[in-house]
């Protein structure tokens, strides 16, 4: 990401009932044998595990789409072996929470799940202890996409978990039976590391991601009966592929083409939690795309926290912009998104790429974090507000209109109010079609924790909701401008309410949207707009794309 993740507004799918979960049975009614059967050519066998057949996982994910992404390949791994995914925790004889420090809440919530595990014998330790309040989700980043949400409150980190967690239902699934194997995946077990058992000392897995090569020895410890395992190291040049990842949309595949960053911005965990930039080959990438588009996926998006700075390993040293359009040639595929580009590696030839395959989506997230070139200097973005600007231009000159958003923080320490004002410009200036805006949030390990002149809170969620506010109103005007276009649009969702569908413009809108024809997911068809609102279209269907 310049922990520049995508933006998820778009990602959820509604209302698609068993479609929603055809992932891996796509790729077995595509030929891929079932668990433990041979197969030739194509994706090899997956592992069984004799030992582990008919157990089952439940899988809860926090954070960006490089998460979901890479909880789908956690999924596809343990399937592999035999397990059985479930959608609640009761029934799991596995619980794994895929988690996200990016923020302290995001972190917090997760030592929230971690109480609601206590095993009743367990001692309270943190009677005095308040829990805070959980933060209401106020933009995608942290949608739960495995598994739903169970009730809790959240824990400070570096605490002891609360009684308040203790969720009683929950505590059942730890005793009831006994041996269950909880496991932290993600950041949060790559920042706290094995401190994780002193915290909770029913949790028996701590995994980074980039340790998520090890999880199938991992596992194979655990099932052999290891009380606790763990993958911690960064220092790996591989990259996590598997041979059978669990996607969770039936159209939109997500494929991590580099992990890590080396970016280093002051504020960022990203670069301790998820190690340094490894890049996967582009043989392998475009093979994957293929096999992807062959199983009747028509949207890929390419991941990375810096996607851009990819960095081909093999001989054949492809740039990013060439795997783009590379990827946008392959047969069947209709739509390639690339998300998160870092501002630094952002060139013409990715706007060159976009113009040449009408294939590559109308859409650049290029996060900012702020218009100060003061500011950006504290954050170490390596680039100032004027260069940043330059990256905007050569989009606005697109032979076709590129839809820009961007992330930004507000309350970094030192942030004047003039500092703040240009950040506000930067709005006016860019005219973004969504913002993600965040407050500073101080974290473990980062350069920016030691700087003076802190905002206060209150000062930082004030700064927040003028800019919000500013944003919103910029949207409003801009798609009100798109009132009686037509558009092609993806459709991903169905309404409960008769004849409403809604799905995603090449430019990523939100397109909401009457027809009365009586299947349309997974198909693109032509909407012309009728009305505008700051976050979405309404539109009605005129025809098929
Ligand atoms: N505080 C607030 N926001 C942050 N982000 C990353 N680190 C922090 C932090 N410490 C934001 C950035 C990034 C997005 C994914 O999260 O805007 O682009
Ligand atoms: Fe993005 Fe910077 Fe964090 Fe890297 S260090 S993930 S570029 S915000």
């Known amino acids: 990401m310049a922990s520049d993740w995508l933006p998820q507004r778009c990602g959820k799918v509604k209302d698609m009932g068993k479609g929603f979960d055809i992932g891996l049975e796509r790729l077995t009614a595509a ?81 929230s799940r971690l109480g609601e595990l206590r095993p009743a014998e ?18 995608n980043f942290e949608r739960v996409v ?52 002193e ?10 991601s980039a340790s998520y090569r090890k999880l199938p020895q991992l596992l194979a410890e655990l099932e052999a009966g290891n009380r606790r395992v763990t993958g911690l190291d960064t220092d790996t040049d591989e990259t996590f592929e598997t041979e059978i990842t669990r996607r969770d949309n039936p159209w939109r595949a997500y494929l991590t083409i580099i992990e890590g960053c080396d970016k280093a911005c002051s504020y960022c965990v990203v670069p301790f939690t998820r190690g340094p930039e490894r890049s996967r080959a582009s043989a392998s990438i475009l093979e994957e795309v293929r096999r992807l588009a062959e199983v009747g996926y ?81 954050m170490a973005r390596t680039y100032s507000r004027e260069e940043y600007l330059e990256k905007i231009a050569l989009m606005k000159a697109a032979r076709r209109p590129i839809s820009i958003t961007t992330d930004m923080i507000v309350g970094f320490p030192g942030e004047t109010e003039k500092d703040f004002e240009e950040t506000l410009s930067l709005l006016d200036e860019v005219q973004y079609d969504s913002v993600f805006a965040f407050k500073y949030s101080p974290r473990p390990n980062t350069p920016s924790l030691k700087m003076p002149d802190a905002i206060p809170e209150e000062e930082k969620g004030r700064r927040l909701a003028i800019l919000m506010d500013r944003q919103r109103e910029i949207q409003r005007v801009r798609n009100e401008k798109l009132v009686g276009e037509t558009f092609e649009v993806l459709v991903d969702g169905k ?17 909401n949207f009457a027809s009365p024809e009586r299947e349309l997911l997974g198909d693109y068809v032509q909407v012309k707009v009728v009305s505008a609102m700051p976050n979405s279209l309404v539109g009605e269907m005129v025809g098929r794309a």
């Open 31 to 111: 030929g891929v044998p079932p668990l433990g059967e041979t197969q030739e050519g194509g994706l090899k066998p997956p592992l069984q595990d004799a030992g582990a057949t008919g157990a089952t996982f439940y899988l809860e994910t926090f954070g960006c789409q490089m998460n979901d992404h890479d909880s789908e390949k956690v999924a596809g791994v343990l399937l592999a072996r035999g397990y059985r995914q479930v959608d609640g925790p009761e029934a799991a004889k596995v619980i794994l929470y895929n988690t996200c420090s990016i923020r302290e809440k995001a972190a917090q919530k997760v030592f």
């Open 122 to 139: 367990e001692k309270l330790t943190a009677d005095s202890q308040q829990p805070t309040a959980e933060e209401p989700p106020k933009h």
């Open 146 to 197: 495995h598994g739903a949400r169970a009730a809790g409150k959240s824990a400070q980190p570096g605490m002891a978990v609360p009684r308040e967690a203790n969720h009683p239902s929950l505590r059942k699934i730890v005793n009831a039976g006994g041996g269950k194997i909880i496991g932290v995946l993600g950041c949060v077990a790559q920042q706290e590391g094995e401190e994780i058992f």
């Open 199 to 208: 915290r909770a000392p029913w949790v028996s897995l701590v995994c980074g």
């Open 298 to 378: 028509s949207e890929v998006q390419l991941l990375g926290q810096t996607v851009n700075s990819y960095a081909d390993p093999s001989a054949r040293k492809m740039r990013f912009s060439e795997l783009l359009a590379a990827v946008a040639e392959a047969r069947g595929i209709r739509r390639v998104r690339f998300t998160t580009s870092h501002p630094r590696d952002f060139g013409k030839d990715i706007v060159e790429a976009i113009e040449a395959h009408p294939t590559i989506c109308d859409h650049v997230h290029l996060p900012v974090q702020s218009g100060s070139t003061a500011v950006l200097r504290a």
């Open 495 to 511: 309404s409960r309410r008769e004849n409403q569908w809604s799905g995603h413009t090449s430019s990523n809108r939100v397109m």
